[in-house]
C-alpha cells in the first residue's frame, strides 16, 4: 500500500516521483512501461546533445502507436516515448516556455488559479538558467537550461538569422524573456558537459533514487486504474513476461501523455458512457471529455541544398539552434503565432547534412482532435485523429509558413550562399529513409553522392528523388497546388495535448479540476500535457515539467 502511485514516468512523472518522495513519511511508487534510463545507463544515441537517431530508434518508441494528421491523409506512424524520462529522453531538447498569455488563457478556459502569475514561479523552480538571471528566470532548478555560443552556429544557421534580420526580424538574447517577436539562439536543457538530460537523470538522480521510500518499477505496462465504488484504490499491472498483479495506493496519478492516459482512463471506466459500453467496460464515472480536445501543432517545412562550405563544422552539435517567432497577423489570432525552427542540418545521416531547414509550425492552432479506444485491451493502441487543418485558420497559416520559409531563403545574399530550395516535410516516406538500416544506409549514400556530383541537374535530381514532381514555384503559383500539398504533408511536432483537460465540474468537456483531481471520482489525479485547456506557443515538455512541479506542489 503506497501513498502515492504514479502511472507513467515521462516527463511529467519522474518529477512527482521526485518530489512527492521528498516527504520521508511518504511512500511513493513510479510505473513505467518502458525500461529504465539512469545517468549510468543512458546509450550515447540519447545521451547526445544531437537527438537525431534517438527518436527513430524503435526500442525508444510504443512501436505500434499511429495517427492520423488530417483527413486526407492516412494514418501513419507517430513517434512517442516509451521509456523512463518519456518525451525528455528522445526529444529535441528545446526548453521554451510559450506565451504568458497562452497561461492567461488556461484561466478563461476554467482552469482556476491557472494564469501566468502563477505557473511563473513553478517555470523558475524547474530550471537553473546559466545565461540570465532575474525575476523570469530561475538559478536552482534540476534541468540546466542554456544556449549555444554563436561560434557554434552553423553558416546556414547565421545565413538565416541575417535574412531574417533584414525582413524586419531582429536577433533578441532570450527566447524565454519578454515575448516578442524576432529571431533567438534556441534555449536548451543540456548538462554542464553539454549532454541530454532527461527528468529520469536531472529530477531521479542518484541520491533520488536512493531514497528508501521510493520504488520504481519499469517494463510494466498498466492495464487500468482499479477502483472500490468510485474511490481509486490502486492499478492492474502487465509486466514485460506478461504476468500480471496490482498495486495499491491512497492516491493514484496518471501521467501517461496526451494519448495514453485518456486511453488508461476509458480503459478504467472513466469516459463517453456509450463508448465505454460499445466496448464493454463497466462506467465508474461519465465523462463525455475523456480524449476530446486533442492538439497538436501542425508542422510543415521548406529546405535547400547545401554546399560544403554552408554545412556545419560541427556535426554531433546541436540542430535546432534558432528559431523564428512571427505573428501572421490573421484575424482572432495572438501575437506570435507562428514558429520556424532553423535547423543546421535535416536528419541524422548523410542526407540531411545536407540539407538546411526551416521547419515551421502554427504555434497557437485551433484545431481539434480526439483520442478513442479501438480495443479494451491495454496492448491495443488507441485511435489517435488529430484532425490537424479542420480549423481554417490553421490552414491558412502554414500555407503563409511556406511562403514566408520560401521568401525568406530567397534573400539574395543568402540564396547566393545554397543550393536549390525546395518544400519538405517529415513525411512517412522521410521517415522510412531515414531509420537505421544497411539497405538505407546503401540509399542514402548513393543519393548523397549525386547530390554532391550533380551540379547544373541538382535541382532535377531533387524534383525526381526527393520532393517527387513538387517545386516550390509550383505551390506559389498555385493556391490550389499549395492547399493540397499543406493539407496531404502536414505532420506534427510530437506536442499532443489536452485531451483530459482542466475545468469546472459542470463543464461536461472537462476532465479534471485545477489541481488535477478527476472529476466524478475520489483519489485519482492527472498530471501530464492531457491536462491541458489549450495548447501554449512553445515546444510542450518544459509547459509539462511545470504542470508537475506545480501539481506536486498541491498533493504535498
Partial sequence: MFDYLILGGGSAGCVLAARLSEDARRTVCLVEAGRNLSQ????????????GRAYLDTRNLWQALQARMSAPAAPRRYEQARLLGGGSAINALMANRGAPADYDEWETLGAAGWNWATCLPFFRKLEHDVDFDGPLHGKHGPLRVTRAPRARLSPFVRGVIDALGRRGYPLRADQN??????????????SASGERIPTSV???????????????????????VLFDGARATGAQLIHHDGTRDSISAARVIVSAGAIHSPALLMRSGIGPADELAAHGIAVVAARDGVGRNLMEHPSIAVSAFLPPAARTPFPDEHHEQAIIRYSSGLPGTPRGDMHGAILSRSGWHSVGYRLGTMFFWVNKSYSRGRVTLASP??????TVEFSMLSDARDLERLKGAVRFGAQTLADPALAATLGPRFPSSYSPRVAAVARPGNWNALQRGLLSGLLDV???LRPALIERVITQGMTLDTLLADDA??????????????????????GAPSDP????????????????????????PSIPCANTNVPTIMIAERIADTLK
Fill in 177 to 190: 524573456g519578454a515575448w516578442e517577436d524576432g529571431t533567438f539562439v534556441g534555449t536548451l536543457g543540456v
Fill in 377 to 382: 485491451h491495454a496492448q491495443q493502441e488507441p
Fill in 454 to 456: 550533380a551540379g547544373p
Fill in 202 to 224: 536531472c529530477y531521479l538522480d542518484d541520491s533520488v533514487r536512493a531514497r528508501r521510500n521510493l520504488t520504481i518499477v519499469t517494463d510494466t505496462q498498466v492495464e487500468r
Fill in 40 to 51: 549510468a545507463t543512458l546509450p550515447p544515441d540519447i545521451r547526445s546533445r544531437y537527438p
Fill in 509 to 532: 468537456l472537462a476532465v479534471t479540476g485545477p489541481d488535477g483531481a478527476v472529476h466524478g471520482v475520489e483519489g485519482l489525479t492527472v498530471c501530464d500535457a492531457s491536462v491541458m
Fill in 481 to 502: 497546388a499549395l492547399t493540397e500539398f499543406v493539407t496531404q504533408s502536414v505532420g506534427g511536432t510530437w506536442h499532443p495535448s489536452g485531451t483530459c483537460r482542466m
